[in-house]
Nanobody, 124 residues
């Protein structure tokens, strides 16, 4: 089992940047693909970014502004968010899923473990 704890959320003005981090417990972090999702009030949860176990293959909903990275030695996955917009306001969730080594997916049901989320608020 993996426990995930997100951090780094907060209030930022439009155009600003935030870096979210997700810390995973356990010694099997490298066996999981990792993803970031978000959910705004009144909306469905949506995919943001994912990174494969190999740390190389990535997939984004918006690659122009967001960058995902992982450190298997530290059991962390980060999401760098630049040029933030008010519509990026949401609770951001980290997720872990057992997937093939180089595989990334945006499908939420492919992820087995979820953190509790961190709030990101972007003011206009």
């Amino acid at each position: 089992q993996v426990q995930l704890v997100e951090s780094g959320g907060g209030l930022v003005q439009a155009g600003g940047s935030l870096r979210l981090s997700c810390a995973a417990s356990g010694r099997t972090f490298s066996t999981y693909a990792m993803g970031w999702f978000r959910q705004a009030p009144g909306k469905d949860r949506e995919f943001v970014a994912a990174i494969a176990r190999n740390g190389i293959n990535t997939y984004y909903a918006d690659s122009n502004r967001f960058t995902i990275s992982r450190d298997n030695a530290k059991n962390t996955v980060d999401l760098q968010m630049n040029s933030l917009k008010p519509e990026d306001t949401a609770v951001y969730y980290c997720a872990a899923g057992r997937q093939d080594y180089g595989l990334v997916t945006s499908t939420s049901y492919a992820y087995d473990y979820w953190g509790r989320g961190t709030q990101v608020t972007v003011s206009s």
